[in-house]
């Protein structure tokens, strides 16, 4: 899981406020520890993103030296292309978003953006040009304003609203009594998992980066809000350099290339088509999800 990305800007600045408004600390404390981690190098410069294509070159990766979590991957997302990851749980899928958007250092092979090595250049500068739609968005004790707001300091409200009307939760929030100025989070309006998901690409919408990570939602949202989210997230995605994390295979279709992740390695890879026609493991699970939505 990535949920916790979004915050992750804040921390190291303004730690006060953060451990105030964060609605879980214990994973605050977790992520701050992640933090300690990286390191820019000295004189590191940030990021140039023109055409940002992504590649993963030989990545090799593990949480605890003992633990190999990820052998030996490499891929290619052309700039403004989608490339899917699938595969079962603890496959690695997510640990290559947390990856590519520098949580951690590889220990071998290169992690590249518009051809720059991402441990070579500033954390805060790669952080920028990815936008991420979590599986679970963590919003803060504030207004919805300061939520989406959050995805670009100093939007005004005419861009706030902009924003969540392209993810279709603007006539939710004006529906509140007080709108844009209605509290959330833990201490203020609860909002749904499909209402903080838009909250969440409204944020994204509003940051516009050019590459994104998708990590799609595993607990069910009803089908109508599930098919209108993923609407949502193709349209943002337009010409974005996208890495989905994909839990259901409606969602990869589409994309340039699909990776099988099984215990850390690519196991089948291709479009959709080759992957059937393959007729292996990609092949296996899609007729298990047929069967299972009929
Ligand atoms: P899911 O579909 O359930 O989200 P996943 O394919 O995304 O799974 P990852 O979250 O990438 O899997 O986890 C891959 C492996 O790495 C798992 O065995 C997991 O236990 C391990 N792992 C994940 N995070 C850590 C961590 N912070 N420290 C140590 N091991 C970890």
Do not use: C
């Amino acid at each position: 899981m990535i949920q916790l990305y979004i915050p992750l800007g804040f921390l190291g600045v303004l730690y006060r406020e953060i451990k105030q408004s964060l609605t879980d600390l214990d994973k605050m404390f977790t992520l701050m520890e992640r933090e300690r981690e990286i390191a820019d190098v000295p004189g590191a410069q940030p990021l140039k993103v023109d055409g940002a294509n992504v590649t993963f070159s030989h990545v090799s990766f593990a949480y605890e030296a003992a633990r190999p979590i990820l052998h030996d991957i490499s891929f290619e997302i052309p700039a403004g292309k989608t490339v899917a990851v699938v595969g079962p749980s603890g496959s690695g899928k997510s640990t290559l978003a947390r990856l590519l958007f520098r949580f951690y250092d590889v220990q071998q092979g290169q992690i590249l953006i518009a051809g720059q090595d991402i441990k070579q250049v500033t954390q805060a500068s790669v952080r920028q040009a990815i936008g991420i739609v979590p599986q679970d968005t963590v919003l803060f004790n504030d207004t919805v304003e300061y939520n989406i707001a959050y995805g670009k300091p100093g939007a005004t409200r005419e861009q706030v609203e902009e924003a969540a009307r392209s993810a279709h939760i603007h006539n939710f929030i004006s529906a509140t009594p007080k709108g844009y100025d209605t509290m959330v989070g833990e201490r203020g309006l609860k909002l749904s998992g499909g209402e903080k998901q838009r909250v969440a690409i409204a944020r994204t919408l509003l940051k516009n980066p050019p590459i994104l990570i998708f990590d799609e939602a595993t607990s069910a949202l009803d089908s109508a809000n599930e098919r209108a989210i993923q609407a949502e997230l193709q349209s943002v995605a337009q010409n974005k350099t996208t890495l989905v994390i994909a839990h259901r295979l409606s969602t990869v279709v589409d994309a340039h290339e699909i990776l099988v992740m099984d215990a850390g390695r690519i196991i089948e890879r291709g479009s959709h088509a080759e992957l059937l026609a393959a007729n292996g493991r990609y092949a296996e699970m899609w007729a298990l999800q047929q069967s299972s939505a009929d």
